[in-house]
């Protein structure tokens, strides 16, 4: 009968329903088992009298004193020496079964204390290994919100952590791996006045930042206080890895003295970056600070490790070694921590201590300008004009104002006469209106122009993301 | 030797960029001045008449036959901008003699600019 069949279809989807939520509630209960299964073997461990659970999560800038969890931590009473707590035998017995590793290893890493620099593409995966492999302390910090245009790459982060401080969203991600260690959250951009403090109460630093100014800022931080820096840095598809100031290795100012002009370089967010790559190096990061934890292995002291995704190649080079008359870490350096307090990096390497802001220039007078609300009211009296954007091609494939020529700015003075050509046909009268992304390009190029006797030209201050900010909200920015 | 080959002038991380066609990798044959018909040239050190090419003298061959456009983005005075690091097979070249560091046949020179980005 037709009316059974469907109610016994909709008996069927009931039982479906019934058998997810019967699936959800046992997998429930199964987490629950293990994790008093855990508090049992960790009760076990400790003997009465003495609070043996110190570890979890500590926000702000609470001390982290190598780890005081693991330390209070007795052994099993099974093993010379006391050997490890039961409940970590069973949880890093992988990595006890490594005979070069095994209980010293792991108990070196229990009584660590590891500093991670940005919680983003490469200090995603530094945290996650580092709190998984059981680091006595873990400290993070970052002074961000996470953007949904991070997830591809920062994946310690998740969709429902946005808007959130990346700190608390790395934090929470680290706990649900592993409880049993101190996670610390600082929540704060690095900086000359607050670094020595942060820096001074771990062991080991890992640079997972983005910029310059900090990568040389970190630098001396750790110079000062005589900390192992493993640095990693990722950019399109290469990346770049080495410990420094760790076993007569360079620092950062042994090998470039003196920063780099600042069109050299380039930011994740202007020339974009693989997710893997980051990915890639951030576990090579956390593997070398697990080693200089540890004292396991031979750390990438002295030596650089050259990953080219593209070619799926990597290349490890000789460095110079901590050169005597280092200005930072030689043996007649006299930059003291007050020094770098006052040190003022931005203005040293000549670009802003983020990956977002871009410095924007000013090259153009006010009459060669207009604001993208003003170009707005231009399009809409219908005033003859060309609009001329001189993003690179794959930037105009992304998204573009319709109409528009594109150009892109290295090859404007090579394609004028094509500019001249559909000048004409706009009519003689016209403005050529000059457009990019930020508002910078636009500039370079229409001073290009005006030397080229285009007199017309003028640029849309802001470029692209004003455009989407103050006129189209729809307009995808990137 | 009369001229010297190096064998790969192999450039990486950005460099590419600033060169034709972005190649990264560049088999050059750089010529002393000795025979007059070499095709850069400057004399590095003086009575260097056995055709020896140093890595200055590379450095500014590379300038001014592989670069072509932004020569400050790699050659600053006449060793190479700051945050470029040279490796000469494999090695850095502070550890060779940096631009008194003397190339042979089939040596590798790697220019590196250096990354910030993660």
Same mark, same amino acid.
């Given at each position: 009968?037709?009316?059974?069949?469907?109610?016994?279809?909709?008996?069927?989807?009931?039982?479906?329903?019934?058998?997810?939520?019967?699936?959800?509630?046992?997998?429930?209960?199964?987490?629950?088992?293990?994790?008093? @299964?855990?508090?049992?073997?960790?009760?076990?461990?400790?003997?009465?009298?003495?609070?043996?659970?110190?570890?979890?999560?500590?926000?702000?800038?609470?001390?982290?004193?190598?780890?005081?969890?693991?330390?209070? @931590?007795?052994?099993?009473?099974?093993?010379?020496?006391?050997?490890?707590?039961?409940?970590?035998?069973?949880?890093?017995?992988?990595?006890?079964?490594?005979?070069?590793?095994?209980?010293?290893?792991?108990? #070196?890493?229990?009584?660590?204390?590891?500093?991670? *620099?940005?919680?983003?593409?490469?200090?995603?995966?530094?945290?996650?290994?580092?709190?998984?492999?059981?680091?006595?302390?873990?400290?993070?910090?970052?002074?961000?919100?996470?953007?949904?245009?991070?997830?591809?790459?920062?994946?310690?982060?998740?969709?429902?952590? *946005?808007?959130?401080?990346?700190?608390?969203?790395?934090?929470?991600?680290?706990?649900?791996?592993?409880?049993?260690?101190?996670? *610390?959250?600082?929540?704060?951009?690095?900086?000359?006045?607050?670094?020595?403090?942060?820096?001074?109460?771990?062991?080991?630093?890992?640079?997972?930042?983005?910029?310059?100014?900090? @990568?040389?800022?970190?630098?001396?931080?750790?110079?000062?206080?005589?900390?192992?820096?493993?640095?990693?840095?990722?950019?399109?598809?290469?990346?770049?890895?080495?410990?420094?100031?760790?076993?007569?290795?360079?620092?950062?100012?042994?090998?470039?003295?003196?920063?780099?002009?600042?069109?050299?370089?380039?930011?994740?967010?202007?020339?974009?970056?693989?997710?893997?790559?980051?990915?890639?190096?951030?576990?090579?990061?956390?593997?070398?600070?697990?080693?200089?934890?540890?004292?396991?292995?031979?750390?990438?002291?002295?030596?650089?490790?050259?990953?080219?995704?593209?070619?799926?190649?990597?290349?490890?080079?000789?460095?110079?070694?901590?050169?005597?008359?280092?200005?930072?870490?030689?043996?007649?350096?006299?930059?003291?921590?007050?020094?770098?307090?006052?040190?003022?990096?931005?203005?040293?390497?000549?670009?802003?201590?983020?990956?977002?802001?871009?410095?924007?220039?000013?090259?153009?007078?006010?009459?060669?300008?207009?604001?993208?609300?003003?170009?707005?009211?231009?399009?809409?009296?219908?005033?003859?004009?060309?609009?001329?954007?001189?993003?690179?091609?794959?930037?105009?494939?992304?998204?573009?104002?319709?109409?528009?020529?594109?150009?892109?700015?290295?090859?404007?003075?090579?394609?004028?006469?094509?500019?001249?050509?559909?000048?004409?046909?706009?009519?003689?009268?016209?403005?050529?209106?000059?457009?990019?992304?930020?508002?910078?390009?636009?500039? @370079?190029?229409?001073?290009?122009?005006?030397?080229?006797?285009?007199?017309?030209? #003028?640029?849309?201050?802001?470029?692209?993301?004003?455009?989407?900010?103050?006129?189209?909200?729809?307009?995808? *920015?990137? | 030797?009369?001229?010297?080959?190096?064998?790969?002038?192999?450039?990486?991380?950005?460099?590419?960029?600033?060169?034709?066609?972005?190649?990264?990798?560049?088999?050059?044959?750089?010529?002393?001045?000795?025979?007059?018909?070499?095709?850069?040239?400057?004399?590095?050190?003086?009575?260097?008449?056995?055709?020896?090419?140093?890595?200055?003298?590379?450095?500014?061959?590379?300038?001014?036959?592989?670069?072509?456009?932004?020569?400050?983005?790699?050659?600053?005075?006449?060793?190479?901008?700051?945050?470029?690091?040279?490796?000469?097979?494999?090695?850095?070249?502070?550890?060779?003699?940096?631009?008194?560091?003397?190339?042979?046949?089939?040596?590798?020179?790697?220019?590196?600019?250096?990354?910030?980005?993660?």
């Amino acid at each position: 009968m037709g009316g059974g069949g469907g109610g016994g279809g909709g008996g069927g989807s009931r039982r479906e329903a019934i058998e997810r939520e019967l699936k959800k509630l046992r997998a429930e209960r199964e987490d629950l088992d293990g994790r008093i @299964r855990l508090l049992e073997s960790e009760l076990e461990a400790v003997p009465a009298g003495v609070s043996g659970a110190a570890a979890g999560k500590g926000v702000g800038d609470g001390s982290c004193g190598g780890s005081v969890a693991c330390q209070s @931590r007795v052994g099993n009473g099974f093993a010379p020496d006391g050997g490890l707590p039961a409940d970590m035998i069973y949880r890093y017995s992988r990595h006890l079964l490594l005979p070069d590793f095994g209980v010293e290893g792991q108990r #070196k890493l229990s009584q660590s204390s590891i500093l991670v *620099v940005g919680a983003g593409g490469l200090g995603s995966p530094v945290a996650l290994y580092l709190a998984a492999c059981g680091v006595g302390c873990l400290g993070i910090v970052d002074g961000d919100d996470v953007e949904l245009n991070n997830l591809h790459r920062q994946i310690i982060h998740k969709e429902a952590y *946005v808007g959130q401080p990346k700190v608390k969203s790395a934090a929470d991600a680290c706990c649900e791996i592993n409880s049993s260690i101190k996670v *610390v959250e600082h929540h704060h951009t690095l900086k000359p006045c607050n670094a020595l403090e942060i820096v001074r109460k771990y062991h080991i630093v890992v640079d997972a930042t983005d910029n310059l100014p900090t @990568r040389y800022m970190i630098s001396d931080c750790c110079v000062l206080l005589n900390k192992p820096l493993v640095s990693g840095a990722a950019l399109g598809l290469e990346g770049q890895l080495t410990v420094y100031h760790h076993n007569e290795s360079p620092c950062y100012r042994c090998l470039f003295p003196s920063p780099p002009p600042v069109a050299a370089c380039q930011r994740c967010s202007d020339s974009g970056v693989l997710g893997v790559v980051p990915g890639v190096i951030g576990c090579l990061q956390a593997l070398e600070a697990i080693k200089v934890a540890t004292g396991v292995g031979e750390p990438l002291c002295g030596r650089m490790l050259l990953f080219d995704a593209l070619s799926a190649r990597i290349r490890i080079v000789k460095l110079r070694r901590s050169s005597p008359g280092c200005t930072h870490c030689g043996k007649n350096s006299f930059f003291t921590e007050q020094d770098f307090q006052k040190f003022d990096y931005e203005n040293f390497t000549q670009s802003p201590m983020s990956d977002k802001a871009a410095p924007s220039v000013n090259l153009l007078p006010e009459s060669a300008r207009i604001t993208c609300r003003d170009y707005k009211k231009l399009v809409d009296n219908s005033e003859p004009h060309l609009l001329l954007d001189v993003r690179p091609a794959h930037h105009f494939q992304i998204a573009s104002i319709s109409p528009s020529l594109n150009i892109p700015l290295s090859m404007l003075e090579e394609k004028l006469p094509t500019l001249e050509t559909s000048l004409k046909e706009t009519g003689e009268a016209s403005t050529l209106v000059v457009l990019c992304r930020r508002g910078n390009d636009s500039q @370079r190029a229409v001073k290009l122009l005006h030397e080229k006797g285009f007199a017309s030209a #003028k640029d849309i201050i802001g470029g692209l993301q004003a455009w989407g900010r103050d006129v189209n909200p729809d307009f995808p *920015v990137y | 030797m009369e001229r010297p080959k190096l064998d790969q002038a192999n450039r990486r991380g950005g460099l590419e960029l600033l060169l034709e066609n972005s190649t990264k990798v560049h088999k050059v044959e750089v010529t002393t001045p000795k025979d007059g018909q070499g095709k850069v040239v400057e004399v590095t050190t003086p009575k260097d008449g056995q055709g020896k090419v140093t890595m200055k003298l590379l450095l500014s061959w590379v300038k001014d036959n592989l670069i072509k456009e932004r020569p400050e983005m790699f050659v600053k005075g006449d060793s190479v901008r700051p945050g470029v690091l040279v490796l000469i097979n494999d090695c850095d070249w502070e550890l060779c003699g940096g631009l008194d560091a003397e190339l042979e046949e089939k040596d590798v020179v790697v220019f590196i600019s250096t990354l910030h980005g993660g």
